[in-house]
């Protein structure tokens, strides 16, 4: 039986502690590939911060389109405020689309980056 806290050693195959860096049987230093340090993006993490279009975005590291959203979100925003009676419900409407897509676009970003992650 293998315990999970082992790992085979890429050089002689022998067993050894998960977070050993040299192997104790033929001293085969591992290296720790940088793919491997990929961070985990929680993608309903990425979903709940696009109440603020644009936040999902910057958490899943799409910083320019993130900003981009930010600045039509905040905009949407002010028409609704500014022009209270004129253009508040096309505004809300926008922003509640821009909610539902930053929403949508981040969650799915953060899975392609865990599977991304995950096949290294
Ligand atoms: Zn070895």
């Not at 979100?73 to 909610?99: C, G, H, K, Q, W």
């Amino acid at each position: 039986m293998t315990s999970p806290a082992t790992k085979p050693c890429p050089n002689c195959g022998a067993q050894m502690d998960a977070a050993a860096e040299i192997c104790q049987r033929c001293g085969f230093k591992m290296v720790t590939a940088p793919q491997t340090n990929v961070q985990k993006k929680n993608p309903m993490i990425a979903a709940v911060a696009s109440v603020l279009p644009g936040l999902g975005q910057i958490y899943v590291e799409e910083t320019r389109k993130g900003v981009v959203l930010i600045v039509v979100a905040l905009f949407m925003l002010y028409v609704a405020v500014a022009y209270r009676n004129i253009a508040s419900e096309l505004a809300d409407a926008l922003y509640i689309m821009l909610i539902i897509y930053g929403a949508y676009d981040s969650y799915n970003t953060a899975n392609a980056i865990n599977i991304g992650a995950d096949t290294f």
